[in-house]
């Protein structure tokens, strides 16, 4: 059973920095794509941005491009999020998202596993 634990949330303020992990656990790590999500109160889930488990394609929201940075060390077994620039928009919770094998890293419903999220609030 894939389980994933996210890391790295927090409080700060417009313009800082923060970098989130997702250390994953219980498969074959280099087989999942792996997704970031947000869930901002009173809002859907939405997608922010998703590695590839073959050729490491990225793919991000637009709201969230060229701020964001995902990437993963397979041999750590963790995908990072680097947030810099941080708008008080950005504030939610964050999950990391697991697909075995998947190809379209944007669509929720693809992803099997998920974590149980880290806040992250940023003041203006």
């Known amino acids: 059973q894939v389980q994933l634990v996210e890391s790295g949330g927090g409080l700060v303020q417009a313009g800082e920095s923060l970098r989130l992990s997702c250390a994953f656990s219980?498969?074959?790590?280099?087989?999942?794509?792996v997704g970031w999500f947000r869930q901002a109160p009173r809002e859907e889930r939405e997608f922010v941005a998703g590695?590839?488990?073959?050729?490491?394609?990225?793919v991000y929201a637009d709201s969230v491009q060229g701020r964001f940075t995902i990437s993963r060390d397979n041999a750590k077994n963790t995908v990072y999020l680097q947030m810099n620039s941080l708008k008080p928009e950005d504030t939610a919770v964050y999950y990391c998202?697991?697909?075995?094998?998947?190809?379209?890293?944007?669509?929720?419903?693809?992803?099997?596993?998920w974590g149980q999220g880290t806040q992250v609030t940023v003041s203006s």
């Open positions: 219980g498969r074959t790590f280099n087989s999942y794509t």
């Open positions: 998202a697991a697909d075995h094998r998947g190809l379209t890293v944007t669509q929720e419903l693809n992803y099997d596993y």
């Open positions: 590695i590839q488990w073959i050729v490491t394609r990225t």
